[in-house]
């Protein structure tokens, strides 16, 4: 059992939203979800963007926002826009060339972030940093998701992509324990070694220790499905992953 709502990273389906953002949250509303995290707005500014989600009785999980949005001038423009939508995490997909491969650059790109969570915090807001498969490569034996998160404050979320993770070769169930607290929002992905079309459910993350760490340890608040398969319909895909995810959690 679950005690915290399941949303839907809406790049998920980013084609139909670029083409029409209000009937796809209609859709995403439609199907059960409570909530969704952005990946862009398509053009519309903060007003029209909670106008659409309060019209559809949807909430904000997140959104994904580039690093360059998050610092100097841009960061209260950010904050203000976030704030309005009524979005509280604002977490980081990539951090572009703040990290090149080496220990000291994920350090550089810790301080980067705290001071983001430092310059947040007095808008209430968070960030954090979701990962790929390339943070579970080993640098001089030590792995950069490891370097970068032993670095920053307890502000920077940890939202961590299972399926990236085991793409990239790495189990990141057992981090939800070593950085209790920090998985505030987690990336709901499944993956097949031998199937690239495997939806939550059909590959190889164990998704009932995932829900029961992130429930005792993780510190979870928001669940949210992502599914990138290029052969199957988006929303369907979508649909099938929170099925899935309630019938594992119980719900």
């Given at each position: 059992m679950i005690n915290h709502p399941i949303g839907v990273q809406l790049y998920s389906i980013r084609e139909a939203c670029a083409q029409?953002?209000?009937?796809?949250?209609?859709?995403v509303a439609k199907m059960g979800y409570t909530g969704v995290e952005f990946a862009g707005y398509h053009g519309y500014d903060a007003a029209a963007v909670r106008t659409l989600l309060d019209d559809n009785g949807l909430q904000v999980a997140g959104s994904h926002v580039p690093i360059d949005d998050l610092l100097g001038d841009k960061l209260e423009q950010t904050a203000e826009f976030n704030l309005t939508i009524g979005n509280k995490y604002l977490?980081?997909?990539?951090?572009?060339?703040?990290t090149d491969g080496t220990k000291a650059s994920w350090l550089k790109a810790a301080d980067v972030m705290n001071e983001v969570a430092d310059r947040l915090k007095p808008f209430n807001l968070l960030t954090g940093y979701?990962?790929?498969?390339?943070?579970?490569?080993n640098i001089d034996s030590e792995i950069p998701w490891d370097i970068f998160f032993g670095a920053p404050k307890q502000e920077v979320i940890m939202q961590v992509d299972f399926g990236n993770a085991l793409s990239g070769g790495a189990d990141a169930v057992p981090y939800l324990s070593k950085y209790p607290g920090r998985a505030v929002t987690v990336?709901?992905?499944?993956?097949?070694?031998t199937d690239p079309d495997a939806v939550i459910g059909e590959g190889e993350v164990d998704w009932q220790k995932v829900f029961s760490l992130c429930e005792t340890v993780g510190g979870t608040q928001w669940y949210i499905v992502e599914q990138e398969q290029e052969n199957l319909p988006p929303f369907e895909t979508i649909e099938r992953g929170l099925h899935t995810v309630r019938g594992i959690a119980g719900l």
């Open positions: 029409d953002l209000p009937g796809s949250l209609e859709r977490v980081c997909p990539w951090l572009g060339g703040y979701h990962n790929h498969g390339i943070e579970f490569a990336h709901l992905k499944d993956y097949s070694a």
